[in-house]
């Protein structure tokens, strides 16, 4: 049930706005969000036992290392080289570059992989759909979005159904 309510909260945010205009990009936009979450499912799911019997750094340390190997030649190939460090050509790039690095993909993956690695797999997928919560509440402060009636409604269910989780 508490599960239901964070999903049925998730998804209450599912329509077309000012920012989405079209139904097109609206499903594509689900229909890509769709297919990371089932990836990363199936990852977490693959390394459950490893991640049980290992340190929580160096599971995220062989992860990140594997995956900046992959993207490194990915791009090296499809990309000209010019334009692989065409971000870094700002030198004020490396002010917000740095940090968002380490907060959002370093940081929060070695959270997110000690989630898997003491809860279940069920409450820890629960607690991490929570993130859509938190990304709500700080792009309302942050970047000024608005705080719709139709949010309100998403974010009470989803906490709704993860304090169900928790206390059930």
């Known amino acids: 049930m508490g599960g239901a309510l964070v999903v049925s909260g998730v ?38 036992d490893l991640i049980r019997d290992h340190s929580v750094i160096w599971v995220s340390g062989v992860r990140f290392t594997i995956a900046t190997l992959v993207l490194g030649i990915v791009s090296a190939t499809r990309m000209p080289v010019k ?18 690095a380490l907060l959002g993909p370093l940081a929060s993956a070695i959270f997110w992989v000690a989630g898997f690695k ?7 997928a629960i607690y991490n759909q929570l993130s859509t919560v938190f990304i709500i509440l700080l792009a309302c402060v942050f970047l000024r979005e ?23």
């Open 11 to 48: 998804a209450i945010g599912m329509r077309i706005t000012a920012e989405v205009k079209s139904s097109r990009d609206l499903y594509v936009g689900i229909a890509l969000a769709a297919t990371a979450h089932i990836i990363m499912a199936i990852g977490i799911l693959m390394v459950r």
């Open 83 to 100: 334009q692989l460090f065409l971000g870094f050509a700002r030198g004020d790039a490396w002010k917000m570059t740095i940090p968002m």
């Open 118 to 124: 003491y809860l279940t797999a069920g409450r820890a």
């Open 146 to 168: 608005n705080l719709t009636r139709r949010k309100c409604i998403g974010l009470a269910l989803a906490v709704l159904g993860s304090v169900l989780v928790a206390t059930h």
